[in-house]
Structures are given as structure tokens and as C-alpha cells.
T-cell receptor, first 116, second 115 residues
């Protein structure tokens, strides 16, 4: 079955330290990969996406993600965490269907807590 | 603010009743999506429209669920004969693209509680 896994329910990091939020996927074909962030009482917001090309993708708020095809991973990173980065982060994949449409699979989310 | 809006924000209903939610996408977006999110889970894809055509439906979308997008503008999601298991946050998103590479803009969601 095609799936997206976020193996950590929660990640704690001290402010100013680098952060990594992990995502692995199991899909057939070439996936399109996304990261979204959800702040309390707000809708999900797009951070970045990987379509093709450079394996290191840069996105909003200083976040970046590294696509690794051999490890089927798309980990989210930031060199220096801020307390305001504390939120729920979702990895997602877009898959093409045999009928030429798309379906979307989200991971279960990772709660990031940045400690002052 | 011209983002995605959803109404109502909260709905409490008794089991067996029908409910309808509305989503107004960003006006120039041709694609509209519905998701369901339960506590501790990521959004689960339900269906999406390109303009007024419903292109993909998840197996999660049982025959009690129906979605429409008349004239390719706003969309409604109706749940008939609600069950307690339908309690969840229902999310709507929209995008502008012709492929699966588009980023989606999400609304704040409608929280459904079935008692």
C-alpha cells in the first residue's frame, strides 16, 4: 500500500539549534512531495515542495527539505530553530492515478516544540 | 482576506441527521479538495474537483457522503444519516494547476460533532 510515514510524534529542540522532522514514503513511480505546517486554530499552510531537479528544496520561513530517492525520504530541516516554529508539521505526497487524476496522502504529523 | 473560507466552523448534530458544509475557494483556483482529519491523524483525502467535475473519490467517501461544486465555484459536502464515527474536522483546500504538483491552500475547517 502506498503510504507516508512520519516516525516521530513529537520533536523537541532548543531555540537556536538545528531541527529535523523526518518523513519517509512508500509509493510507486515518481512522487511529488510536500511539507505543510499547522498552527493552532489555523488551517494548514504550504511550506515547500519537491517536484524534480535539485534534491535540496528551499521553502518558507527558512525551512528546507532534502529529497533522498534511495532512502525514500524527504526530511524537513532548519539550521536554527525559533520558538515560533512550534507547530504541527505534515508531510504529504501526490500520486497520479491510472485515470490521469491525482490523489493525495498525508502523514500523521509531527509536533515540533522549540524550547526557549 | 481572500483565502479559503468554510462554513460553519462548528456543527453539532444528532446521530441520523443530515449535515451540509460549504467551502468557498480562492476565486481564481480551478481545483478544490475535501479532506477529513481526526485527532492525532493527518488529513485524509476524500475527493477533489477540477472546475465542476469531480475527478477522484476516496474509498472513505461512502454513499452517505456527497460533494458538489456547481458552476466550478463554491462546493458543498453533505453527510446523510450521520454516525458518531463521522465526528471529525472537515477541511477544504483549493489550488490553481493542471497537475499534481500544485500546493494547496487550506481553509480553517468545519468541526463536526455527532452526538
Amino acid at each position: 500500500a502506498q503510504s507516508v510515514a512520519q516516525p516521530e510524534d513529537q520533536v523537541n529542540v532548543a531555540e537556536g539549534n538545528p531541527l529535523t522532522v523526518k518523513c519517509t514514503y512508500s509509493v510507486s513511480g515518481n512522487p511529488y512531495l510536500f511539507w505543510y505546517v499547522q498552527y493552532p486554530n489555523r488551517g494548514l499552510q504550504f511550506l515547500l515542495k519537491y517536484i524534480t531537479g535539485d534534491n535540496l528544496v528551499k521553502g518558507s520561513y527558512g525551512f528546507e527539505a532534502e529529497f533522498n530517492k534511495s532512502q525514500t525520504s524527504f526530511h524537513l530541516k532548519k539550521p536554527s530553530a525559533l520558538v515560533s516554529d512550534s507547530a504541527l508539521y505534515f508531510c504529504a505526497v501526490s500520486l497520479s492515478t491510472t485515470s490521469g487524476t491525482y490523489k493525495y496522502i498525508f502523514g500523521t504529523g509531527t509536533r515540533l516544540k522549540v524550547l526557549a | 482576506d481572500t483565502g479559503v473560507s468554510q462554513n460553519p466552523r462548528h456543527k453539532i448534530t444528532k446521530r441520523g441527521q443530515n449535515v451540509t458544509f460549504r467551502c468557498d475557494p480562492i476565486s481564481e483556483h480551478n481545483r478544490l479538495y475535501w479532506y477529513r482529519q481526526t485527532l492525532g491523524q493527518g488529513p485524509e483525502f476524500l475527493t477533489y474537483f477540477q472546475n465542476e467535475a469531480q475527478l477522484e473519490k476516496s474509498r472513505l467517501l461512502s454513499d452517505r457522503f456527497s460533494a458538489e461544486r456547481p458552476k466550478g465555484s463554491f462546493s458543498t459536502l453533505e453527510i446523510q444519516r450521520t454516525e458518531q464515527g463521522d465526528s471529525a474536522m472537515y477541511l477544504c483546500a483549493s489550488s490553481l494547476a493542471q497537475s499534481g504538483t500544485d500546493e494547496q491552500y487550506f481553509g480553517p475547517g468545519t468541526r463536526l460533532t455527532v452526538t
